[in-house]
């Protein structure tokens, strides 16, 4: 089988892209924890993420975030997209710190929660779902 000049071209940029895509999508979500954050340090304590491991179906993904004593929790999915999925905000009024939702996932990746403390520090949470039925884009 032989290649002509044009062909191996397309093949090896098709492999770059195909290398490359999964660090965009990644770099987009620590773009969004960067401009929530503020460059700031970020906790690994503080932010319970409750996610299932395996999602049957990945158009209905349920997640709930809980986070005493947060005023935001910005919730991200690092492998769809658009990784931003939510942002929470609670008042001063607020009886808890928690929500659940639905989200989409493109595939198996990891959810990040990222919640923004009352004191102005930030605590962070990530799990990973596995997808086994196409979402967003499949």
């Not at 965009?24 to 299932?52: C, H, K, Q, Y």
């Not at 049957?56 to 935001?72: H, K, L, Q």
């Not at 493109?106 to 009352?118: E, F, M, S, W, Y």
Request: charged fraction near 15%.
């Amino acid at each position: 089988m032989d290649f002509t000049r044009r062909e191996t071209l397309a093949l090896g940029g098709a492999a770059a892209l195909t290398f490359v895509l999964p660090f965009r999508a990644s770099a987009a979500a620590d773009d969004a924890i960067a401009e929530f954050t503020g460059g700031a340090a970020i906790a690994d304590a503080g932010v319970e993420l409750t996610a299932p491991e395996i999602a049957e179906n990945g158009n209905t993904v349920p997640i709930a975030v809980s986070a005493p004593g947060a005023t935001a929790v910005m919730v991200l999915a690092s492998g769809n997209p658009t990784p931003g999925v939510a942002t929470f905000n609670f008042g001063p009024l607020a009886a808890s710190q928690t929500a659940s939702t639905r989200m989409r996932l493109a595939g198996t990746q990891d959810v990040i929660a990222i919640a923004k403390l009352a004191d102005g520090s930030f605590a962070r949470s990530s799990k990973t779902v596995k997808v086994t039925i196409g979402g967003c884009g499949g």
